[in-house]
């Protein structure tokens, strides 16, 4: 049986004034820390950002969410800065700094992400991803001063939770779990599967609010259209050309 925690998890956005204690945060990361590796590497740094000041110039790196509230924010970075510098001590040659190693550094930084977020929400506390750390990569990493090789790759906001969450709708089984190999799907096929998130009340306002004729124009057109995406996609990547890739 699976634990009812995984199929009743939601996200919370608003939390109580209450302080988490240092303790607290430091069991949590320090389990966190057993989450698998790439090569047992740990490639991942998290940073936590609790005054107030620095929370709200946080804050508008990630567009003002109503979660940074939260009386933590903590953001994860991929970090091969750390590895890199460990071989250069020890006159070990480290060429980390390219693709390959950023994917890795990316995945060690996400599951080390959502490892904390299982504990901290076991532990009592809410949780909401941040997931607009890429967006603005370089100003959040002038901020809080990452060297090369470093990058933002989420931002956890963590509290306790002044209200139940949401529960959102999820694709069904079919749609995530493949049997041996890819499946193709017919358009009709696409369809039935996403019925669940056209569906959803929450998701009718939005098309209704937007102006649009389905939910995949709200997406496609308004929440993360062509031309965001490929500004801060130039963005991102003249950054990481700078400090990361040679």
């Given amino acids: 049986m699976i634990n009812q925690y995984f199929t009743e998890r939601r996200s919370v956005r ?7 204690s240092q303790s607290l945060l430091e069991n949590i990361i320090t389990a ?23 929370k ?25 800065n ?36 299982t504990i901290a929400e076991m532990e009592g506390l809410g949780t909401c991803y941040l997931g607009t750390a890429t967006y603005n990569a370089p100003e959040i990493a002038s901020l809080l001063k990452l060297p090369e090789m470093v990058m933002p790759i989420a931002c956890l906001a963590i509290g306790y ?19 041996e190999e890819y499946r193709s799907d017919s358009d009709a096929d696409i369809t039935e599967l996403f019925r669940v998130k056209d569906e959803y009340p929450a998701n009718q306002k939005f098309i209704e609010e937007n102006g649009k004729e389905n ?18 996609s130039a963005k991102l990547l003249k950054w990481l050309n700078a400090t990361w890739y040679k």
């Avoid at 608003?14 to 988490?20: L, T, V």
């Avoid at 966190?32 to 620095?54: D, F, H, W």
């Avoid at 750390?82 to 693709?99: E, K, L, P, Q, S």
């Avoid at 939770?161 to 049997?179: M, N, S």
Wanted: glycine letters at 4%; hydrophobic letters at 40%.
């Fill in 14 to 20: 608003k939390f109580q004034k209450k302080e988490i």
């Fill in 32 to 54: 966190a820390a057993k989450a698998p590796t790439c090569g047992n590497m740990q490639l991942y740094t998290v940073i936590a950002t609790r005054e107030e000041s620095r």
């Fill in 56 to 80: 709200k110039e946080l804050s508008a790196y990630h567009f003002n969410q109503p979660a940074c509230g939260a009386p933590v924010l903590l953001t994860v970075c991929a970090d091969f």
């Fill in 82 to 117: 750390r590895f890199t510098r460990w071989c250069n001590i020890n006159n070990a040659d480290a060429g980390y700094d390219n693709f390959l190693s950023f994917t890795s550094a990316v995945a060690d930084a996400m599951i080390f992400a959502q490892q904390i977020c």
């Fill in 161 to 179: 939770p002044d209200e139940d969450g949401v529960e959102t709708e999820r694709l069904p089984l079919r749609a995530i779990l493949h049997d």
């Fill in 215 to 232: 939910l995949a124009q709200v997406f496609a057109e308004v929440r993360y259209p062509r031309a965001m995406n490929e500004e801060f």
